[in-house]
């Protein structure tokens, strides 16, 4: 059961480039959400997908974008890296959004920006 | 605004000695409360949900229970490898909002 997976688990990214990280569900999951984890502020969602071809914007939205072209997949991209986006992302999902059951998460990504 | 509030921040035990950790929220319309178990390096691995204040969940030493305004989490006779930090949610608006955790080390 793989579950969530998420690539790569470490980055390092230098102020301004760009990078994609990668997220990849077999659970045939409707709802995929992106959050990022800083010490002590929990989880906060950026963006997220009720279905493919569908997003949209969570807490933290800027300077992130996201697309869902399959039901599996659900890339999130960062388009001009700044310091402040150093923080370990991770991907999740859930049946659909209106479900109440738990989300299931992959295990990050660590990303540096120098 | 919803929030969840966790506390403490972080809590050392020794091994056999039992504990309890409080999620507190605020939500317009609570449809579940989560636990989840995080490991240094991994990703949240879910627990429990709870669905109304009453219930009652348990599995091995931790056991969930939940009111109109707050969870615990209560550990019973600790082993070291239930040192992990715990993460508290609720469902608000169909997105799930996180406390920040509490880091829980025991030691044998």
């Known amino acids: 059961n793989a579950g969530v997976t998420q690539t790569p688990k470490f980055q390092v990214l230098k102020t301004g480039q760009s990078m994609t990280l990668q997220c990849a569900q077999d659970m045939n999951h409707e709802y995929m959400s992106w959050y990022r984890q800083d010490p002590g502020m929990g989880l906060r969602l950026i963006h997220y997908s009720v279905g493919a071809g569908i997003t949209d914007q969570g807490e933290v939205p800027n300077g992130y974008n996201v697309s869902r072209s399959t039901t599996e997949d659900f890339p999130l991209r960062l388009l001009s890296a700044a310091p402040s986006q150093t923080s370990v992302y991770f991907c999740a999902s859930r049946r659909s959004r209106g479900s109440n059951q738990p989300q299931h998460f992959g295990d990050g990504t660590r990303l540096s920006i120098l | 605004e919803d929030q969840v509030t966790q506390s403490p921040e972080a809590l050392r035990l020794q091994e056999g000695e039992s504990s309890s950790l409080n999620c507190s929220y605020t939500v317009s319309g609570l449809r579940g409360l989560f636990w989840y178990r995080q490991d240094p390096g991994k990703g949240p691995e879910f627990l429990f949900t709870?669905?109304?204040a009453g219930e009652e969940k348990e599995k091995e030493r931790l056991k969930a229970t939940l009111t109109k305004k707050e969870s615990f989490l209560h550990i019973t006779a600790p082993k070291p490898e239930d040192s992990a930090t715990y993460l508290c949610a609720i469902i608000n608006n169909n997105d799930m909002r996180f406390g920040a955790g509490t880091r829980l080390t025991v030691k044998p």
């Open positions: 709870l669905y109304s």
